[in-house]
């Protein structure tokens, strides 16, 4: 068995005072880089979306942040811009031990399409290239955390767990967006896909 920690964009822009702010976001942090020694392996996930994303509700005219339309590959929210290449909001937080990281996964950078899990774009098909990483490390066991619960981690545990990787979800180490009882949804789905919530 080995082990990878996979940190799910803690970035700015998804801590207090962020353009996606997750409320206490930023609380993650210190427990995240506690965990970081005792693993073999340890992964950043970073949103990381062009300007004018197709996820972005400023990109659909007459349409507002968190209304949900259709696109080709499914339902998806509209978010306000953010993680925008480059950008302050898109870095991760500064307390975040990012050196330790064996390597950083990007998502998102699709114009067209949506990224929540660190797998598979929201097509659910087109891989970030993170399995053969994690594969070709030997890796059989995961850590998940970060943010948002209900969204990218979410995603990323469910088709961590479809790949066949034992995975835990540290769920103190997470926290929610939680639109329309999201983080409940989100909670049952992990757990029918065999996820650990600890
Ligand atoms: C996320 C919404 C949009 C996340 C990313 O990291 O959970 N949520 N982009
Ligand atoms: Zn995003």
């Not at 353009?19 to 990381?48: E, K, S, Y």
């Not at 330790?100 to 797998?119: E, L, W």
């Not at 890796?139 to 990323?156: I, Q």
Request: with cysteine; charged share 20%; net charge negative.
């Amino acid at each position: 068995m080995t082990h990878a920690l996979i940190v799910i964009d803690v970035q700015l822009g998804f801590c207090p005072g962020g353009n996606l702010a997750v409320p206490d976001g930023d609380a993650v942090v210190p427990g995240i880089n506690a965990l970081m020694p005792d693993v073999p392996h340890v992964i950043l996930t970073q949103d990381w979306h062009p300007a004018g994303h197709s996820s972005f509700a400023a990109s659909h005219e007459g349409r507002a942040p968190y209304d949900v339309i259709d696109m080709p590959y499914g339902p998806q929210v509209l978010w306000p811009d953010h993680c925008i290449q480059g950008s302050a909001d898109a870095a991760f937080h500064p307390d975040l031990d990012a050196a330790r990281a064996r390597a950083i996964v990007r998502k998102g950078m699709n114009p067209a399409i949506d990224s929540y899990s660190a797998f598979f774009e929201n097509d659910r098909e087109t891989p970030t290239g993170l399995d053969g990483l994690l594969r070709s490390l030997g890796v059989t066991d995961l850590t998940l955390v970060g943010l948002a619960h209900d969204f990218c981690v979410n995603f990323s545990a469910v088709d961590a767990a479809r790949l066949g990787y034992a995975v835990t979800v540290r769920e103190d180490l997470t926290r929610a967006i939680d639109l329309d009882g999201s983080r409940e949804a989100a909670r049952a789905g992990m757990r029918a896909a065999g996820v650990t919530l600890a």
